[in-house]
């Protein structure tokens, strides 16, 4: 079953206005992390935030933050005040207690462009 | 600049040959992961070590072995290569081994992009 659904293949924001990537996940496992990576042109991954299962708070990271509904399982990245260089492909992913400790299952990811 | 280095960058070489992966965690960390990321099937966790020892295996195909290295360095062996094996393989280390958490956070290498022709 797939673990994180990401439905969104591509999405287009003008520069400056905020932007809302989805996320859906689904685990049995009530002690789970959920993350989001940046993969840019170049090719490298880059971490941008964390949200445990357990954290009350929605997580916050400069001009990302994550929208994380538990019953509804999903852990939208908003981005605001896109800027050109946040065009990239974004990776949610999460790791849960189930068949392998640690590993990151990841969605298909979103293309984020970022107009001027 | 994640900490995690992996070498080569690019890799071209023929159906049927063998090449090896290499990757140095970040300092302090003792987990090491293999991922592997093509156009159909994403990305796709292939193997994990801690410490020098195998703790889980993912889609990891016969043909391809990992080790970890006493200094924590790891390789990734691909024989008998095919050309469906053409692919962006990521190396990632965190802290330790257990499951999620910010403290265990996944840093990830720039890749290596392997062309099996």
């Known amino acids: 079953a797939q673990k994180i659904t990401q439905t969104q293949p591509g999405m287009f924001v003008q520069e400056k206005e905020a932007v809302t990537l989805d996320c859906t996940y689904d685990?049995?496992?009530?002690?789970?992390?959920l993350f989001w990576y940046k993969q840019p042109s170049s090719g490298e991954m880059i971490f941008l935030i964390y949200?445990?299962?357990?954290?009350?708070q929605n997580a916050t990271e400069g001009r990302y933050s994550l929208n994380f509904q538990k019953a509804r399982k999903s852990a939208n990245l908003v981005i605001s005040a896109s800027q050109l260089g946040d065009s990239a492909m974004y990776f949610c992913?999460?790791?849960?207690?189930?068949?392998?400790?640690?590993?990151?299952?990841f969605g298909r990811g979103t293309q984020l462009t970022v107009w001027p | 600049d994640s900490g995690v280095t992996q070498t080569p960058k690019h890799l071209i070489t023929a159906t049927g040959q063998r090449v090896t992966l290499r990757c140095s965690p970040r300092?302090?960390?003792?987990?090491v992961y293999w991922y592997q990321q093509s156009l159909d099937q994403g990305l796709q966790f292939l193997i994990q070590y801690y410490n020098g020892e195998e703790r889980a295996k993912g889609n990891i195909l016969e043909r391809f072995s990992a080790q970890q290295f006493p200094d924590l360095h790891s390789e990734l062996n691909l024989s008998s290569l095919e050309l469906g094996d053409s692919a962006l393989y990521f190396c990632?280390?965190?802290?330790?081994?257990?499951?999620?958490?910010?403290?265990?956070?996944?840093?990830f290498g720039p890749g290596t992009r392997l062309t099996v022709l």
């Open positions: 300092s302090g960390d003792l987990s």
């Open positions: 949200q445990g299962s357990y954290d009350q």
């Open positions: 685990t049995s496992d009530p002690s789970y992390g």
């Open positions: 990632a280390s965190s802290p330790t081994v257990t499951s999620g958490g910010l403290a265990n956070t996944q840093y």
């Open positions: 992913a999460m790791t849960d207690r189930g068949s392998t400790l640690g590993r990151l299952y």
